[in-house]
């Protein structure tokens, strides 16, 4: 599906607070101490552990628990076994759910993409690219789910509703979800006293999950609003599951109240509808919208895109379990999305390099490096001490550098002016979290 016919979805206007709160785009399980050194190539990732102490006891006791004597046998109980739970007949079937023919892919939102490289570009910072990725991941709204069909599936297609971007493999699947979903996006609902039902009652459903009055069984309106309410409150039951859930009363109170209830008669108008046409009750404004409305609102592709809030709500349980599966490893290693976060990082110049172990980091500034020689003393302490001391702050650099000497005093500004400068011409390096680093190599010729 092209941008044209894309579904329009609650992302696609101005950016909320659930992806970006401030610069530190990491999670708080996530966040490094402030003392990580991210230019240490012989950092490990795991840190050694502790030879274990092998403290056997006294082995008396356990010669004790020896000298005991055999263990008495167990009486079995005489009389046939209970095999009911055995038997596979009186076991249900499972119904097995068949994978479609499917690749899923993962994007970065435009606009939630656009916020974050102006923050990154704002920032002057160096942001982990990994970890960007996994915000992505772990904020469904802040990404797009792209399906595809296999190349070898040539008679399977994707069906996409138009009102909100959901998906379904079978055409009667996505029909259901429109008619349950969006029936009131083209009916006017109105109410109006009416005359009160006349028969004898002598006793009244009721529903067990919201305790509402359904209505006599012998009375011509009670297996519509059966159906009314399933369809409208419990999508993913069945009808027979639904039924279940009924309870039948011999109250004449509750009739009566009933009665009452029952003058409010509920019809259904076209929004479109012109003056003079007939209003529709609940089964015929079904009736309607299943063969006239639906199928326009319906698009059946190859390849459709849709919101990840979408997403994780699919109803199609084959469609479903491929998307669980995908979010799941991408939830492990985001691959996808780190290799649409580098192409549109590098489409809009920023840098890449890599710290550490192989890690890679966005940043606006172009990592260049200096020579400490060639530079005032103040600034070639900062760099000589960077050089030895990688992964300090700015409040360290004040304390080894200047001892004694306040933050805000003139000493700390004379370590601290410069900083601003070395940072914006790349060589030095300031992290997300406020770590500082120099960049190591030979300077470039003039």
Not at 59 to 84: A, C, L, Q, V, Y
Not at 107 to 131: C, D, F, G, M, W
């Amino acid at each position: 599906m092209d941008d044209s016919t894309k579904p329009a979805t609650e992302e696609s206007g101005t950016i909320t607070k659930d992806l970006i709160l401030d610069l530190n785009f990491v999670p708080d399980w996530a966040r490094k101490a402030p003392e990580a050194n991210y230019f240490d190539s012989n950092r490990g990732s795991h840190t050694e552990r502790p030879e274990r102490r092998r403290d056997f006891g006294d082995r008396r006791s356990d010669s004790r628990s020896r000298d005991r004597g055999p263990r008495p046998e167990r009486r079995r109980e005489e009389g046939p076994r209970n095999t009911d739970r055995r038997r596979s007949q009186d076991r249900e079937p499972f119904e097995r759910i068949e994978r479609p023919q499917v690749c899923i892919r993962f994007l970065p939102h435009r606009n939630y993409l656009t916020e974050v490289i102006r923050r990154i570009k704002l920032s002057k910072r160096a942001h982990p690219l990994l970890q960007v990725a996994e915000l992505f991941i772990a904020n469904p709204g802040s990404c797009e789910v792209r399906i595809e069909v296999d190349y070898e599936a040539k008679n399977v297609n994707i069906y996409q509703c138009k009102v909100c971007g959901m998906v379904a493999m079978r055409e009667d699947t996505l029909f259901s979800h429109i008619t349950q979903t969006h029936l009131e996006n083209f009916f006017t609902k109105e109410e109006k006293e009416g005359p009160e039902p006349k028969g004898k009652f002598n006793c009244i459903l009721q529903c067990g999950l919201t305790n509402q009055l359904i209505g006599p069984p012998n009375h011509h309106s009670t297996a519509d609003k059966i159906k009314e309410i399933r369809t409208t409150h419990y999508k993913g039951m069945s009808e027979d599951e639904y039924k279940s859930h009924l309870r039948t009363f011999h109250d004449a109170e509750k009739i009566e109240q009933w009665k009452q209830l029952s003058r409010k008669e509920t019809s259904y108008r076209l929004k479109t509808a012109a003056e003079g046409d007939k209003a529709m009750n609940w089964a015929g404004a079904e009736t309607f919208f299943k063969t006239s409305i639906a199928p326009s609102q319906c698009v059946k592709s190859k390849k459709v895109s849709l919101s990840g809030k979408i997403a994780r709500d699919i109803q199609d349980p084959g469609l479903a379990m491929a998307v669980r599966d995908a979010w799941q490893q991408e939830s492990r290693f985001p691959a996808s999305l780190v290799g649409s976060l580098r192409g549109a990082f590098r489409s809009m110049d920023l840098q890449h390099f890599k710290a550490g172990r192989g890690a890679i980091f966005i940043s606006d500034i172009k990592p260049c490096p200096i020579d400490p020689e060639t530079a005032i003393p103040s600034i070639r302490d900062v760099l000589l001490y960077l050089k030895d001391h990688p992964g300090c702050t700015r409040a360290t650099l004040v304390e080894v550098l200047r001892p004694g000497s306040a933050i805000d005093s003139a000493e700390a500004k004379e370590i601290l002016s410069p900083l601003t400068w070395l940072i914006e011409r790349g060589h030095i390096i300031e992290f997300f979290d406020g770590t500082l680093a120099v960049i190591h190599g030979k300077p470039a010729r003039k």
